[in-house]
């Protein structure tokens, strides 16, 4: 078998830029590619370590290199008179958004779903990559088992499991399953991310978005802070919270590791924004988020955080915030 998985990696990467830049749904347009990348590399170091072989890893790797490939389609959740809409599986879907470029991925996906384009809902980007995944796999002349085994993997990676079998394909599922976890809700840059969705949620919502040092309190209270709810009870802070799913929802040791790893930065600074934040420090990392929220028309991580380090290089925890997200980024440490 002969496979270039940079060559799916262009693929994923042309396809992508087929939809116009800027926010697309929950993020900008190319955390797409960024993110595929990480996942990759995570998917690798989750397998080395839980034993996998060579080719398993492999595929793992052909799997999570495809596995967002239609996420473009999916905007903010779709709601119909103010209710979630749900696919025949009780999935929740997403309103649809059309590239304004085509290349062979996006006539596929129409191929596949005829009348796509005039639907108020995308098809679940794990059930639509599935499919596309496979033709494409079939076409560079992989086998029908193996393009379908890649396509289950890519099909399961946001549903929740089902069983406990634990064969070799299962465990693969919970391998690329974590990678996709870790990579969206641990580390600096889910940090960034949730920043920047601040002021996206706050321009969606027609509410005014000048006071940029409010908003990012308001990160701050989103992030680190318990809410209230309308019945008096009283819901755990974000971050809390995702630290209380690493349990349930990651499945392997390592990646349970490395979620707790990242977990334990996202509190640390958490404690030290709460820290600023009473003191009105200046040039510390609530200018650094500051100065996130500004670019939020264009986010690009890696200029962010590069730029940043370099605008706020008297702070010690900058300079480390910075430097741990840009090795996050260049998948250097995990
Ligand atoms: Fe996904
Ligand atoms: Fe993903």
Redesign the pocket.
């Known amino acids: 078998m002969s496979i270039h998985i940079e060559g799916l990696e262009r693929k994923l990467e042309e396809t992508v830029k087929c939809w116009r830049d800027g926010w697309v749904g929950l993020s900008w347009r190319d955390y ?1 590619i960024g ?2 990348k990480r ?1 990759r590399n995570l998917v690798k170091v989750i397998g080395k370590s839980e034993g996998l072989d060579r080719l398993d890893i492999l595929q793992l790797e052909i799997a999570a290199a495809l ?2 490939i239609t ?1 473009e389609f999916e905007g903010l959740q779709a709601k119909t008179d103010g209710q979630t809409v749900k696919d025949e599986d009780g999935l929740y879907l997403s309103e649809m958004v059309l590239p304004v470029r085509r290349n062979d991925v996006v006539d596929r996906y129409f191929e596949l779903y005829l009348g796509a384009e005039q639907s108020p809902t995308a098809v679940l980007h794990s059930k639509s990559g599935a499919k596309i995944a496979k033709w494409i796999l079939l076409r560079k002349g992989l086998s029908q088992n193996y393009a379908s085994e890649v396509a289950y993997l890519i099909k399961n ?1 946001i549903l929740p499991y089902d069983g406990i079998d634990k064969d070799r394909l299962f465990v693969m599922r919970q391998i690329l399953k974590d990678a ?1 976890i870790i ?2 809700s641990f580390g600096l840059n889910t940090f960034y991310r949730t920043a920047l969705y601040r002021v996206r949620k706050q321009i969606s919502e027609g509410k005014p978005t000048d006071d940029v040092y409010d908003l990012a309190v308001s990160f701050f209270e989103h992030m680190y802070e318990p809410t209230t709810n309308l019945d008096g009870s009283s819901k755990d802070c974000w971050v809390n919270r995702v630290g209380n799913s690493i349990e349930t929802d990651i499945r392997t040791t390592t990646a349970k590791a490395i979620a707790q790893k990242r977990h334990a930065l996202m509190a640390k600074y958490g404690a030290r924004l709460e820290a600023e934040i009473d003191t009105g420090t200046k040039n510390g990392l609530m200018d650094m988020v500051v100065y996130f929220m500004q670019n939020h028309a264009d986010p690009n991580p890696r200029r962010d955080f590069t730029e940043a380090r370099k605008l706020y290089t008297a702070n010690q925890d900058v300079r480390i915030f910075c430097d741990i997200s840009l090795s996050e980024i260049d998948c250097i440490s995990f």
């Open positions: 797409v993110h595929t996942v596995h967002d996420k990676h996709d990579d969206s």
